[in-house]
Each structure stands twice: as C-alpha cells, then as structure tokens.
C-alpha cells in the first residue's frame, strides 16, 4: 500500500542495525505498525511481534501479516458457498504447480472477489465513484470494491471464514483498491481525471502468511498498549513525522477496513471523511510529539529502544536526543543513518517545495533497562 511513512525499502537498514547491535530476538512492540512491514520484518527474522496503531487498517494489516501464521483450508466456505466451490475446483484441476495446495486455494478465492462474484453496487459505489461526485475509483472497480467487502462481511457472519481467513482477505481487497485507487498516493484529494492506475480492474491477491506464532495485534494507543504487555525485549517506535493527520490522509482504507453494515458511516466535506471517530495523533505536533515519546518510554517495559525517524522530522535531533537519553539505563544514546530517496505524495507546487529528493532516515538506540 502506498503510504507516508511506510518502511518497506528501509527494512534491510532496520534489520542491519538490530544485528549490529547484538539484540537477539525475542519479544517485540511494534508501537506504529502502519502497514504493518516492519513488523512483518521483525517476524521473519524470528521475533514475536506485539504491533499496535490507532487505524483499523492497520490492525487489518496486523492480523493478516504479523498475526496469521498458516493459510486458512477454506472448507467451511466451500461448503457453505457453492460459488466459491466451484471456483475452488477449478482452481484444483488447474495443472499450473503454484494453483496447488492451499496456496492455489488462497488465490482462487482472491480471484474469485476479484472478477468472478456477482457485482453488487454499495456505499463506495454511492460514495467514492462518479455517481457521488468523487472520482477515487471508477464505478466499476468501486462496484467490485462493494462487492467483495460485502461478501467478506457475510462470509464471516456466517461462520464460513475464521478470523485468520478474513483479515488475509481483508488485507488483499485494502491493497488492491489502494493500486487502483485515483490519487497521488494519500486520500486527502482525489484526482480530476482518470489516472492510468485507476482504469485498470481490481485485483484481489492475497499474501499467504509467515509461519511463526505468538504474534498479536492491538488496535489502540501505544502507550496504553506498551503499559499492558509489560516487560518485553525490544520496543521499536516509528511514530508520524509530520503535521498530517493518518485519519484524514487514509480515510478511504479506514472505511474499507471498518465497514458500513453495521453503522452507516457520516461523511462530511469534497473528499468524504469520517464525519464521527477521527482520530487525531498528538504526535503530528512538535509539542505533542515530544510529550507523547517522554509517555511512551516511561510506560514502556522493554529493554532495547529502536526509534525511527526522518531528518526532516518535527522533532529536532537535539529534542529526541534528550528525550530517550532521560529514560536510557546509561543517559547513552546510539545514531544510525540512512539517505534515501523521498516519498512523494505529490509534486512541487504553489504551497509545496520539497527540499531535495533525498533524506536520511534515523535509527536512535538506548538500552532502558
């Protein structure tokens, strides 16, 4: 998924700078999980991962990449939908090696959301399509978007899919609508005319997950989750860097991953956010960042310290220097740095001048106990 933030291309550097400080794996907080990659890093490298975020799209992530463990076998929804039944079959007899398996069952049902169900046009079709004014997808890739989340909500109400089943699909519809989703790599503004990208179909792929148990997902504040799991190994904090608000920027994927069949959600504004529940990040403020780490390391129990953070960052070296310094065992705290190429939301413009295509990504280290 596109997203402000995201560390996927940064992992080998996370990853090094772990080995290089000797800190054998164990139990870890991932406290910002986002779209939960580093805490899926964490786990191939043999960690057992608490991940925590405020956004229900990221707890989906959570469940599907750091929490699942093997690929669900399906047989309560073949059973129970002969749709996906025959769809299953068919994905059985196929003679390609990687369709075998439960692997092959995987990605027939994601293909079966995908091109396959009955189109039923709902609240994104009504909503985040043409016919209501926003052009963050066209209305077919809306109508499969409908579709395959209101099939997930019955199948799982039903009974038909467990809970390991329903966020690895869950997780592939999030992303797929992401790849076609008609912006510039944020929901804050979608563009006025059809982008390559959002012309073409959605596409379900679910990932199958990592073996390895012990794993958890928590859907709330860091510092309260940080309080509840008490003494772990390593506390890895990757917290917003800047003023922009999760809440606004990715409230499409939090509709996605919410749902509208319990409570029809209030939209408000050009683009549709949440009218009710935004959450705001005190973090996303120089001052509220600073309070915000002091109350997380001072509630966490964990031994290592691993902070991540860019060198345009709100808060300046000097100020989480001397913030994780207050809580080190020692007062001593390590710096590792990384340049790479920026992500950009969108180009230099009246009221956006980007600094350069490079920035440094920073890796702070304390041992707090």
């Not at 090696?97 to 709902?122: C, T």
């Not at 997902?217 to 904090?237: E, K, N, Q, R, W």
């Not at 608000?245 to 949440?274: C, M, S």
Request: with cysteine; net charge positive.
């Amino acid at each position: 998924m596109r997203y402000i933030g995201n560390k996927t291309r940064l992992l080998p550097f996370i990853v090094r700078t772990l080995r290089r400080l000797a800190i054998a794996p164990g139990m870890a907080h991932d406290a910002f999980a986002g779209t939960a990659a580093v805490g899926r890093a964490l786990k191939e490298e043999g960690w057992q991962v608490a991940s925590s975020d405020l956004m229900t799209y990221s707890y989906v992530f959570q469940r599907a990449y750091v929490v699942a463990s093997r690929i669900p076998s399906f047989a309560r929804l073949a059973a129970g939908d002969a749709d996906v039944r025959r769809a299953l079959r068919a994905a059985t007899r196929a003679s390609v090696r990687e369709r075998a398996g439960r692997k092959g069952r995987l990605a027939a049902i994601g293909e079966y959301l995908s091109f396959r169900a009955v189109p039923r046009p709902g609240f994104l079709t009504r909503h985040f399509a043409p016919g209501g004014d926003r052009m963050y997808f066209t209305e077919e890739n809306a109508i499969r978007v409908d579709t395959a989340r209101a099939l997930l909500h019955r199948w799982r109400l039903d009974g038909l899919v467990d809970d390991d089943a329903y966020f690895l699909l869950l997780a592939a519809v999030i992303e797929g609508a992401d790849r076609v989703a008609n912006t510039a790599g944020v929901y804050a503004a979608f563009i006025k005319q059809w982008q390559p990208n959002a012309r073409r179909p959605l596409v379900v792929a679910p990932e199958a997950p990592l073996p390895g148990k012990g794993s958890s997902a928590h859907l709330g504040d860091a510092s309260a989750v940080a309080g509840a799991l008490g003494p772990i190994d390593l506390l890895y904090v990757d917290p917003p860097y800047n003023a922009r608000q999760y809440a606004g920027y990715y409230h499409v994927p939090e509709l996605i991953a919410r749902g509208w069949f319990d409570d029809v959600p209030v939209l408000r504004g050009k683009t549709g956010l949440i009218a009710d529940g935004a959450l705001r990040s005190e973090w996303c403020s120089a001052r509220g960042a600073e309070r915000a780490l002091a109350g997380l390391l001072e509630a966490t129990g964990a031994r290592h310290l691993l902070v991540s953070y860019n060198s345009e960052g709100l808060l300046s070296d000097r100020v989480l220097r001397r913030a994780i310094s207050a809580a080190a065992v020692d007062g001593r705290v390590r710096r590792f740095a990384l340049r790479y190429k920026r992500y950009r939301a969108d180009r230099d413009r009246v009221g956006r001048r980007y600094k350069g295509d490079e920035v440094r990504e920073l890796l702070y280290y304390a041992r707090l106990r």
